[in-house]
């Protein structure tokens, strides 16, 4: 079955290990074999992650993207323990993007990698909250 990707004007794709970029007008991409891809909205580059789950998350794209390559992992690994160490309460999302890499669902993984991100920018907004009042 045929995948069919609408892209805006100038968004941004990855398939695979390529980068592409639309023009001016809206496009109409559709893929008849099976393809990594990433839209625009999925991808963070190591530069633009500046938070510890960002990092991680800019390693489950390379393990989407690379098939699962094991060093990829290996770090992944490293720092997820590192981040459950710091902040126990991340457990369940970390535990739920590992199960997800392990069953090769690779894809689902990334998204529950944006759960984990959006569950750590509301960890730092309530911290940042807390500190307003203490002050």
Known sequence: MALRIDLKPHERLIV????????????????????????????????????????????????????NDQSVENVFMAQANDIMSAVPTMTPYISEIYAKISSRDYYPALKAGQELIRYERSLSEIAAQQAESHV
């Open 16 to 67: 695979g290990d390529v980068s592409i970029r639309n023009g001016d007008r809206r496009a109409t991409l559709t893929f008849e074999t099976k393809a990594k891809f990433l839209r625009e909205k999925d991808i963070l580059t190591e530069s633009q992650a500046r938070t510890a789950c960002e990092r991680l998350y800019v390693l489950l794209q390379a393990i989407y993207l690379t098939d």
